[in-house]
Nanobody, 117 residues
Framework: QVQLVESGGGLVQPGGSLRLSCAAS????????MNWYRQAPGKQRELVAA???????NYADSVKGRFTISRDNAKNTVYLQMNTLKPEDTAVYHC???????????WGQGTQVTVSS
C-alpha cells in the first residue's frame, strides 16, 4: 500500500507561482516514476509532468518552461514548481504513481490550484 498526500495548492494571481508537494508513505520503496496530473472542470485529466526515480523528466507542452518537477527520494516526495501561472492552469492537481512491485496505481486526493485576479 502506498499513500500519496498533496499540499501547496491555493489561489494565486496570473503570473504568480506555487509549489506543490506530494509525500508518499507506506510501501514507498516500491515507487518508481511519479507524475502530476490535473483536471479542470469539464475537461479530461491531463498529464502535466513526470519524473523517473533517476530524475528523467517529461512535461506537457502547455507547461514547458514554466513548471519544474523534482523529487527527493530520501523523503519520498515529489514537487511541482509552477511559475508564470495562467488562468488556464486552474485545475485540481493530482499526484500519481504505480508500484513497481505490484503494478497497482495510486492517486493522491488532489489539491486545488486557482489562478485568478
Amino acid at each position: 500500500q502506498v499513500q500519496l498526500v498533496e499540499s501547496g495548492g491555493g489561489l494565486v494571481q496570473p503570473g504568480g507561482s506555487l509549489r506543490l508537494s506530494c509525500a508518499a508513505s507506506g510501501s514507498a520503496f516500491s515507487i518508481g516514476a511519479m507524475n502530476w496530473y490535473r483536471q479542470a472542470p469539464g475537461k479530461q485529466r491531463e498529464l502535466v509532468a513526470a519524473i523517473t526515480r533517476g530524475g528523467i523528466t517529461n512535461y506537457a507542452d502547455s507547461v514547458k518552461g514554466r513548471f519544474t518537477i523534482s523529487r527527493d527520494n530520501a523523503k519520498n516526495t515529489v514537487y511541482l514548481q509552477m511559475n508564470t501561472l495562467k488562468p488556464e492552469d486552474t485545475a485540481v492537481y493530482h499526484c500519481y504513481t504505480r508500484s513497481t512491485s505490484t503494478g497497482r496505481d495510486y492517486w493522491g486526493q488532489g489539491t486545488q490550484v486557482t489562478v485568478s485576479s
